[in-house]
């Protein structure tokens, strides 16, 4: 194990008993690879605050690190204050602090926290060094951002506010990640910056994620993903051989550690992490 990097894998709260099974299998086989941590979704607007609940419970209940996400729009200062409360009294030391989407047709009214940084500096105003304080990164730009400078400028604002580190969207070009850190340097930001690796299974339902979420699927990926139609095999194969490259592009560029979106699936993760040998 690399043991200067950060490795950490993301679950989304399950809808069903089944969901929850499945999801505690997965965890079971991840957490043998020994993670930093596991971090857990939360919906927008909080529309799965209690199954995010249920699903931090049950982590902390086996021993595992945790780092729920909290999001901020449509959060009033005290009900923010009132689940930070809630989980610092369960042992929680990391916190992944975003400004979240709001549920669709809301709007952004509502909620007395309209940015990440608001919240970034509310967690430290109230918890000090308490929680480890995780935001997001985008190499490729936020898709609500007027230009790229602008969102470096959000970006820095949150380190500013008392982050400890950040965890990027997922992409697929190694360029955009070392151009976007280089763009850091040259304003003085020098918090860490973890990729988010997305594996690849599926390419109808990761175009459109990635179409709604403003990450990017370099135009060769995306027809070779096409050309392989329904045949399931070759996608993943292909996929692995994509994303085991660009992660072992980026820790060779000297990224701190890797932070994988399981999509609550341990095979295609884990098969990222064996063929990098980490």
């Not at 965890?27 to 927008?44: D, I, K, M, Q």
């Not at 699903?55 to 909290?70: E, N, R």
Request: hydrophobic letters at 40%.
């Amino acid at each position: 194990m690399n043991t200067d990097k950060t490795f950490s894998f993301e679950l989304f709260p399950p809808k069903t008993e089944k969901g929850m099974t499945n999801l505690q299998e997965t965890v079971r086989r991840l957490n043998e690879r020994h993670p930093a941590f596991f971090s857990c979704t939360y919906g927008a607007g909080g529309s799965t605050r209690d199954r995010t609940f249920a699903t931090v419970d049950w982590l902390v209940s086996q021993g595992i690190d945790t780092a729920p996400h909290l999001t901020c729009i449509g959060l009033s200062v005290d009900e923010a204050l009132e689940i930070l409360d809630r989980y610092r009294d369960q042992g929680i030391r990391r916190i992944v602090a975003l400004r979240g989407d709001p549920p669709s047709g809301t709007g952004l009214a509502g909620g007395e926290l309209t940015h990440a940084s608001e919240l970034v500096a509310l967690i430290r105003e109230h918890h000090g060094e308490h929680f480890h304080i995780e935001v997001a990164a985008y190499p490729e730009m936020h898709p609500q951002a007027p230009n790229f400078f602008t969102d470096l400028d959000h970006f820095k604002a949150k380190v500013e506010a008392g982050a400890h580190s950040a965890i990027t969207q997922y992409f697929y070009n190694a360029d955009a990640y070392t151009h976007f850190i280089d763009q850091c340097i040259a304003r003085h930001i020098d918090t860490p910056i973890v990729p988010g690796i997305m594996p690849i299974t599926n390419y109808g339902n990761l175009a459109r994620f990635s179409d709604a979420c403003g990450a990017e699927i370099p135009r060769w990926i995306r027809k070779r993903l096409e050309a392989y139609a329904d045949d399931v095999d070759s996608i993943r194969a292909f996929g692995l051989d994509v994303v085991s490259e660009l992660c072992g592009k980026l820790l060779e560029v000297g990224a701190p550690g890797l932070h994988f979106y399981t999509m609550n699936q341990a095979g295609p993760t884990l098969a990222i992490w064996d063929r990098l040998g980490l």
